[in-house]
Structure formats: structure tokens, C-alpha cells
């Protein structure tokens, strides 16, 4: 299974450019899944549902199934929070794991640049962010610089570069 992922400051524009990819890559005929990276207080479940109850009661893991979907939830109990290689073992295999967030970790990544932020860009600390896309020219870079709404070159470019296509 071949990993790419989106890297940036909150705000940057993470979230829009997956959902814009997604239609596109899907389109070309891929079966692509995503991983997202989330804040610490994230919660999928709702207070006084079957499952939360299962969980407030002790559960580690706590499958809900339905004829649409089945969604998996595991407590860490205190343990560590799972790593992405944990993660992407426990998923199904595709043809592209695009993966939002989880810049700390080992994988090629686009580096989403919003200049309004005022951040720095991250390319310059990390080896692992072979392009960028901006809402803006910058000048200097030694990796490809995307306009942010590009999307079809972006996805050619996650292809090309994920080795989908030659």
C-alpha cells in the first residue's frame, strides 16, 4: 500500500485539499483511504449512546456495525497513542493511504502553506516534504511549489511520485 501524506500548520488548508483530491484520484480509478491525525479530545461516539456506554464501562475496543458501515473504537487506556505503522496495519489494503496530518512520522508529504497564518514552512525542517502547495508564489525552494487549488497536478504529482503511474 502506497502512503502519501499532507502536512501543515492548523488553518493551512489540510482538510480542503483531501477533500478535493479525493474525488480526483477515486475518479482516475483508485481505491484510496485516509488516515487523519486529530486532536487530543476528539470524540466519535456520543454520550449515552450503546457504544459510549460499552466504553464508559470498561471496553477497550468496541465495534458498532450496521448495513452501511462498521466503525471500530480502541481505548488506550493509558497505553501510548498508536503509531501511524500501528494504524495502517489495522487498515485495508488500497492503492493510495493518504494520511493528514502525522508530520512527525517517516513518509512523503505535501506541505499545505497558507501565508495569511504567518508560519514558517515546515519543508526546511523536514526531509520528508517533497513538495508544497500555497496560496501563493515562493521563491527558493528545492521542492516542487504547487498553487493549492491545483489539484489535478497535485494528484499527478502524489502519483508520479507514490510510483502509481510512470
Do not use: Y
Not at 502512503?3 to 483530491?21: D, E, R
Not at 487498515?91 to 501565508?115: Q, T
Not at 528545492?142 to 487549488?149: A, K, L, Q
Request: proline residues 5%; aromatic residues 4%.
Amino acid at each position: 500500500m502506497r502512503i502519501f501524506g499532507l502536512a501543515g500548520w492548523s488553518g493551512s488548508g489540510k482538510t480542503t485539499l483531501m477533500v478535493k483530491l479525493l474525488p480526483e484520484l477515486i475518479g482516475r480509478g483508485l481505491r484510496v483511504s485516509t488516515v487523519k491525525h486529530a486532536h487530543h479530545a476528539f470524540d466519535v461516539d456520543q454520550p449515552g449512546k450503546d457504544s459510549w456506554l460499552h466504553r464508559q464501562a470498561g471496553a477497550v475496543e468496541v465495534m458498532v456495525s450496521s448495513a452501511n458501515r462498521w466503525a471500530l473504537m480502541h481505548e488506550h487506556r493509558g497505553a501510548e497513542e498508536a503509531s501511524l505503522e500501528e494504524l495502517v496495519r489495522r487498515m485495508s489494503p488500497v492503492d493510495l493511504l493518504l494520511v493528514e496530518g502525522f508530520k512527525r512520522h517517516s513518509h512523503p508529504k505535501l506541505e499545505m502553506h497558507d501565508r495569511t497564518l504567518g508560519k514558517p514552512l515546515l519543508c526546511g525542517e523536514d526531509p520528508e516534504i517533497v513538495a508544497v502547495a500555497s496560496d501563493g508564489p515562493i521563491e527558493g525552494l528545492s521542492v516542487p511549489v504547487f498553487d493549492r487549488g491545483d489539484i489535478k497536478g497535485i494528484a499527478d504529482f502524489i502519483l508520479t511520485r507514490s510510483g502509481l503511474v510512470p
